[in-house]
């Protein structure tokens, strides 16, 4: 016998809620005002919302916050976990006026009229009283997607650039988003056909990873000398011991100061044997014993700290 949800008691509805997989709380918020009052009051969580943007396809996954402590949980096992992943994670296809939502057993299609990409993205983050996208990764979109793009997202952690977006895009949608994002990480040498990338080296960035295992970001002593970035990860990078040589005698000198930047972390190419002697050549340095390794330390005039890790192919900047 059908029992009418909103009928039931305010604590027989919440923990009717409680019970709904995400899926299937979306649907109930979709009904009404009041149905998504009622999802949105039970104070359902979940876990970083990660936006997935393609030509063909938006697409929205969510996990929710439940699912860590069920991985963590040694009683669980993984098959329960896979016999239950429409409860704590979903993806859902937008489009304009519908949502494809993929599901562990098909495909649910939902047909909203009069609601837009950008439409389902708010209400859906509403609902779960979240207000930030944790991951937008830009695939293989155009050139006048970006706009629309931007118009999505309210605020973001972190943008991904993936290898299969084209190097125009790529640059375009970094200058266009950066400011409303934390981290960036570029999963493709989009800089191989030019010698200045420091334009990507100074914004105001908690985090930049440039990763491209086949072709190596070329960087000079100037391109590090303009890190604006905390944290900046490259890998691989094609770099001399004379400009890192270089790099290190200009921060002794004390006319760039780094005041952001805590971290640049360089991983070479598995062609380039690092020879230390080299980068420190005419450079006054300290050993500083860590548990397992030792760091070059060098101080400066006035106070300033800068500690080096360096391995055979890899190479760290830890200003202190």
Excluded at 99 to 123: A, F, S, Y
Excluded at 168 to 177: E, Q, R, Y
Excluded at 271 to 295: A, M, R, S
């Amino acid at each position: 016998m059908p029992i009418n949800l909103l009928s039931l008691p305010v604590a027989d509805l919440q923990y009717t809620l409680k019970c709904m997989n995400l899926g299937d709380l979306i649907a109930f918020s979709l009904c009404s005002k009041r149905t998504k009052s009622f999802v949105k009051s039970s104070n359902r969580k979940i876990d970083t919302p990660s936006l997935y943007i393609s030509e063909n396809r938006i697409r929205l996954k969510i996990i929710a916050s439940d699912y860590q402590e069920l991985q963590n949980n040694p009683d669980i096992e993984d098959q329960y976990l896979q016999g239950h992943l429409d409860n704590i994670s979903i993806s859902l296809d937008l489009f304009h006026s519908s949502i494809n939502v993929i599901r562990e057993n098909g495909l649910d299609v939902w047909i909203k009229q009069e609601i837009t990409q950008q439409d389902w993205i708010t209400h859906i983050l509403s609902i779960f009283n979240e207000s930030m996208i944790y991951v937008l990764e830009i695939q293989n979109i155009r050139l006048s997607d970006l706009d629309t793009v931007k118009q999505f997202i309210p605020q973001c952690q972190t943008l991904t650039i993936s290898p299969s977006c084209s190097e125009d895009v790529a640059k375009i949608a970094f200058h266009k988003l950066y400011p409303i994002i934390e981290k960036v990480e570029i999963e493709k040498n989009i800089f191989a056909n030019e010698i200045d990338i420091s334009q990507f080296l100074t914004p105001n960035l908690k985090s930049l990873s440039l990763i491209d295992f086949e072709n190596p970001f070329k960087i000079t002593s100037d391109d590090l000398l303009a890190v604006n970035i905390t944290d900046l990860s490259i890998e691989f990078a094609n770099i001399t011991e004379k400009e890192m040589n270089r790099f290190l005698k200009l921060w002794m000198k004390g006319n760039h100061t780094f005041n952001r930047t805590k971290f640049i972390r360089l991983t070479l190419d598995d062609e380039f044997e690092l020879n230390h002697q080299e980068v420190f050549k005419g450079i006054q340095y300290e050993f500083v014993e860590e548990e397992d390794y030792f760091q070059f330390q060098m101080r400066r005039g006035d106070g300033k700290k800068l500690l080096v890790l360096v391995e055979e192919r890899y190479i760290a900047f830890n200003f202190a």
